[in-house]
């Protein structure tokens, strides 16, 4: 009797050793297959398959931002290098991106499974990234231009808050010929904007930048990108537009926040001091409270400003008035 009792003791735990075995082979096969797809699908996760979304369903009233956001309607379009898309794309899907109405991945070459739209790759000057530029606006005025009111242009390093883009958008009517950005001094009379930090045109700029292109008025700009873009609207009467608050401090930002935030470039050379339109400010205020964008972003990085935008709040503390500055130079446009 006990060495039957024995026996069916060793086939119970056989049996069950097999099923635990077989459970959880299923568990990490189902498991890693959602943690693949919620790498490669950047609106559904990062790269640890992590929503950053999840946490912000709790205790997070984004009604205003809604409102805006129905009442500004942005195109984003991300200039990106083929060989990195897979290591870019889907962190910008998975952060920043995701807040656009339309968004869009420019490349010099079309990818269906990134989803970038292939661009010219060569031309007689040399400058490819202007023609490339000057294409992936011919493309959005072709394609997007009816149903939004601002385009943005920005690098595959670049990190927006669109929520506050669009805050300082909606002080003005997307027919105004006016663009946005961090305001370099070189080169154009009025200022040019850093393609770093991206820069923003209105539907109307979008519309006068096409016909002068097609027209062969712009056809000596080919300089560097956004020297070349500076230049062309000039010439066609786009005013570049102020994006500091009212207290004077800037919104976009051409270089990572740590160079800003410290005082460590008191006394040097640095070409960012050099080139900026406006005095440059280190420490806090060298940043809106308002901020919209920042350059040299790694992909994980954006995943630390999202954090820190989107869910990191200090208790017991109630934001300021809002210190956005308007232009009434288009009060009677």
């Known amino acids: 009797m006990c060495a039957r009792d024995a026996r069916r003791r060793s086939w119970l735990l056989l ?7 077989f459970s959880c082979c299923y568990f990490f096969s189902v498991h890693t297959k959602r943690w693949r797809h919620a790498q490669a699908d950047g609106r559904r996760g990062g790269p640890l398959g992590h929503s950053l979304e999840a946490s912000s369903r709790y205790g997070l009233d984004n009604s205003t931002a809604e409102a805006l956001s129905k009442r500004v309607r942005l195109l984003c379009w991300v200039m990106v290098d083929p060989k990195s898309a897979p290591e870019k794309i889907p962190h910008i899907k998975a952060s920043w991106a995701k807040r656009c109405d339309v968004a869009l991945f420019m490349s010099s070459q079309a990818d269906d499974v990134y989803g970038t739209i292939g661009l010219r790759t060569e031309d007689a000057a040399g400058g490819n990234q202007y023609y490339r530029t000057i294409d992936a606006f011919k493309y959005v005025h072709r394609h997007h231009l009816r149903d939004v009111d601002w ?14 883009l669009k805050l300082l958008l909606s002080n003005y009517s997307a027919e105004q010929p006016i663009f946005f950005g961090r305001r370099f001094k070189y080169f154009v009379k009025q200022g040019y904007m850093s393609g770093g930090s991206g820069y923003v045109l209105s539907r109307r700029a979008v519309s006068k ?7 062969k008025a712009c056809d000596d700009e ?11 609207l000039e010439k066609i009467g786009v005013v570049a537009g102020e994006s500091r608050d009212l207290l004077e401090r800037e919104a976009f930002h051409g270089v990572f926040p740590e160079q800003l935030l ?27 409270d308002f901020s919209i964008s920042f350059h040299f972003m790694a992909p994980e990085w954006m995943y630390a400003f999202e954090y820190f935008a989107y869910h990191l709040r200090p208790y017991g503390y109630q934001h300021r008035p809002t210190p956005i500055r308007r232009d009434y130079l288009w009060d009677s446009y």
């Open 262 to 288: 410290t005082y460590e470039q008191v006394g040097q050379p640095f070409w960012y001091r050099d080139y900026s339109y406006h005095p440059l400010k280190l420490g806090p205020d060298c940043c809106s």
């Open 209 to 215: 930048l096409v016909e002068a292109v097609e027209m």
């Open 15 to 21: 049996a069950l050793g097999w099923l635990g075995g």
């Open 151 to 164: 385009v943005l242009k920005a690098e595959d390093d670049t990190f927006i808050v669109v929520e506050n």
């Open 222 to 232: 080919a300089k560097a990108e956004d020297v070349g873009i500076a230049a062309c």
